[in-house]
């Protein structure tokens, strides 16, 4: 008896959920499915492998989407997920539906309500402080920092000239902290020095514990996560960096406090008094404000939010243009040859002006952008149906990845040779996509990001200096589409950790 009426509550609760939902099933009705659907499940039974299993998947319905003019939906149990490609469209979405996806909560646990994060009505205050603090003058401020940094990289990976292949990820994650860390809070993190940076190792542990929570649903309710050993050293991590940036925030406090005394203090274990320019720490406390401005929370979520998303994210850049170049040798000795103009026979560091000369090595890293974004998928929430240009509706309550991965590689918009590795593509002459959302390996719309000439200077500098003094080897590319293992890490990384070899150049 009691069976039966569990059963008729089940089937009572269900229809009535199906009912409230009417309107979002129909309109899902009218568009294509990027796969086979099991009952109840979707397509979740799909997305229960290791990371590179998960990005496949996502590359196969983005090629799925291509077939449909761009747009395909999928069941994740009950929540229902689009998968956006068409530039038309989704330069309405990327203007409209500003609110992240329930999935970045993950990553809010971590770092709050940093920029990147924020619910809507957080964001748009912290938007408007952040954006000025990037402006193209601030930015270029940092060139003798990266430029610094850079070259403790190139000095870094000298130690592994002539020892064959090896994964440079270790190299250029410590060198992106390390910048951004200087830039951000004005601290010397120091983790090119020291392999067994605490730091470093938290970030990167954290990132991948939440990368686990999202595509584990097992380890999605804060309850259960709490039984899983995962979850202590979650916290662990997540203390650390929190520590770590809350110092660096109250000292910059004193140091600002001391400055208006006008006398300064040099800390020597952050140096932060032989700091010449305004980090961006100085710079949001600030424009924030001052006093009244940021408390001392927002502005470690706002830091936070730059580590992160300055990171792994230029790391990932300068990995895959490495390994293209290792793959394409005679467009590796193209750039060479660039740098070779530029510089001359000084081994003098690089300064800014050098940047603009740097043409071909932007299309290069501009064609790796393309053919490998770091950010491949966006995910975010509509909150009200909203019709496409294309003519269809995308219901309340659902999703939409945005593929960047897949609009980048349409032939529709890229050509026949969409997939090839063809840096001369982004000449001025022959650049001439139909639609500016064709090519956005840093987003579009409001929410775009707001470190993209940040990256481009941090990418330029730190592949000029290592290309200067090494020639990268690797297993040449048999044909013109270059074929690299890709994993889906909260970044699209390489499965090999951009395995290369290094010859030295001869010295001048
Ligand atoms: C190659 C390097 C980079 C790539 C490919 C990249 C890409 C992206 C993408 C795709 C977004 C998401 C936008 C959206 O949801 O529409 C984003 C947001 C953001 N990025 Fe970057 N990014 C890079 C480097 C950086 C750097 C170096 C910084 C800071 C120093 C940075 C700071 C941010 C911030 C603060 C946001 C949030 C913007 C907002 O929500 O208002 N990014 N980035």
Redesign the pocket.
Known sequence: MIVILLIVLVLGWFSVFRYRRRNMYELAAAIPDVDEHIPLLGIAHKFTGNTEEIMSMLQKYSYNSMKHNGLAKGWLGHVLYFALLNPVDLELV?KTCLE?DDLHRFMRVVIGY?????PVSI?RR??KI?VPA?SPKIVQSFVGIISEQSEKLASNLGKCVGTGKFSSWPFLSAY?LDS?CE??MGVKVNAQGDKDSNFLISMNRILNIVCMRIFHLWLQPAWLFKLFPVFHEHQKCKKLLHDFVDEAIQKKREEIGTENNSAIEVDYKYDLGSYKSKT?LDLLITLSGAEKGYTNIELRE?VL??TV???D??A??IGFTLELLSKYPEIQEKVYKELCEVFGDSERPLVKEDLEKMKYLERVVKES?RLF???PF???KVLEDITLPSGNVLPAGSGVM?S?WGIHRDPKYWGPEAEHFDPDRFLPERFNVEHPCCY?????????????Q???I??KTSLSAILRRYKVVGEPEKGPVPQIRVKLDI?MKSVNGCQVALEKRPTK
């Not at 940093?114 to 924020?118: E, N, V």
């Open positions: 990327l992240k940093g920029g990147i994060f924020a964001w912290r938007r952040m990037f992106t951004i830039t951000a961006f706002e939010t730059l998303a300055g990171t994210t230029s990932v850049a952008l974004p770091p950010a966006i995910i975010r945005v960047i956005m390996p840093f987003s579009s719309g409001p929410r775009n990001c707001v470190g993209y940040y990256a481009m941090s990418i970044m």
